[in-house]
């Protein structure tokens, strides 16, 4: 048969269609069933990536911490009026 005329449409006239496979028979299946076939290892740059983004996340909290700790125990004290934890909250 014309197993080479996939997808084909008719638009006018009459026509008469053979289904030979459904679902995941299909070539549409059996593509879309290797695609979610099990994960590949991770390419050099996908761990770069991740090495990255661990780097920085890492780097963003010791900031915060250090920054944190730097308020508690020197500006507190020397500036008691700079960022009061009072003021970090709104009131009623």
């Given at each position: ?15 008469t ?26 390419s ?15 780097l ?17 004290v ?8 009072s ?6």
């Open positions: 048969m014309f197993r080479h005329l996939h997808h084909t449409s008719v638009v006018e006239g009459t026509a269609g053979v289904v030979f496979e459904t679902g995941d028979h299909t070539l549409m299946g059996k593509v879309a069933k290797m695609a979610n076939k099990g994960h590949e290892k991770k050099i740059l996908q761990h770069e990536i991740q090495r990255f983004t661990v780097i920085i996340a890492s963003a909290l010791t900031t915060a911490v250090i920054c944190m700790i730097v308020w508690a125990a020197w500006l507190r020397d500036v008691r009026r700079f960022l009061s934890s003021s970090c909250f709104p009131s009623r």
